[in-house]
């Protein structure tokens, strides 16, 4: 009798060891399962890679934005090591909304004809804020910052690249801007890399885009979005032409487009001064 109540102990604590052994594994994997199932939820893109292969895209978590695009089999730390070896085979891409100078092609207007500033620097906040306009909002928006310049600088035609940042500081309360002077288009790729929009002044005529009415703008400004090293193109928006989303220009033709103004209607151009206006998220 006593054997036989040992062994039913005996039994007893063998199930009871055993049974505590598949709990704890148990447990054990289902935390292990939840973790995984944690870190593949962090690890997910706002937005699918959407570019060619070997491309990935990052979206910023401050807004609704698209990031820096990072080179093949590298993380976005090593891609920002330095400019010089990040570039050379990088494709950057923020996605920036879109709309021409002229939204609803009213391009008689005068308003809409000298509108590139505005629209340039509207598309700039609109990435920062993570929205879109319709193109009958556009218009009117592009309208109110013309209107804007008129009242409190006394013109709205042709400003400057300092001048212009002053405008997006004023008019949108926003300070995240910073006109730089004498740049090239290493420090263009530069800003891009920090995930940075870049708008320039330049002279269209040179810029050569079959769109433009001829000979094209003297004086004009465009937003820059991204830069494609493989073919040397950087990525813009274009507000001179509806046709200017996402349009390229190889960084030579760029380079020799680059070309600031004085502020004011068809000032004379006395010297070739490059320069950019920087806009960062928030």
């Keep these: 009798m006593r054997g036989r109540m040992k062994i039913l102990v005996c039994a007893f604590f063998v199930y009871t060891g055993i049974l505590s ?35 990935v895209e990052v979206s910023s978590h401050l807004n609704n934005s698209t990031g820096t695009i990072v080179k093949k089999e590298e993380s976005a730390d090593e891609a920002m090591l330095s400019i010089e070896e990040s570039v050379r085979d990088l494709v950057i891409f923020l996605n920036v909304p879109f709309t021409s100078q002229a939204p609803l092609e009213n391009w008689d207007n005068v308003v809409y004809q000298q509108g590139c500033e505005e629209a340039s620097i509207l598309m700039a906040m609109l990435w920062v804020e993570g929205k879109q306009l319709t193109p009958a909002s556009a218009e009117k928006a592009i309208l109110a910052i013309s209107n804007f310049e008129q009242e409190n600088y006394g013109l709205f035609q042709d400003t400057s690249a300092a001048d212009t940042a002053e405008i997006m500081r004023d008019y949108f309360h926003y300070e995240n801007v910073e006109e730089v002077s004498n740049i090239g288009i290493t420090d263009i790729q530069k800003e891009l890399t920090k995930g940075n929009v870049v708008i320039v002044p330049v002279n269209g005529q040179k810029l050569g885009n079959p769109f433009y009415k001829l000979p094209g703008p003297i004086e004009h400004m465009l937003l820059i979005k991204g830069y494609d090293a493989k073919k040397k193109e950087f ?48």
């Design 21 to 55: 052994l598949l709990i704890f594994r148990g447990l054990f994997e289902l935390e292990k399962e939840s973790k995984i199932s944690l870190q593949e939820f962090v690890l997910q893109p706002r937005y699918a890679p959407s570019l060619e292969d070997g491309v």
């Design 235 to 282: 990525i813009v928006n274009d507000a001179g032409t509806k046709r200017g989303e996402g349009f390229r220009y190889k960084e030579n033709v760029l380079e020799a487009a680059l070309q600031d103004y004085p502020t004011g209607h068809k000032e004379p151009i006395t010297e070739i001064k490059k320069a950019m206006i920087v806009v960062r998220p928030r």
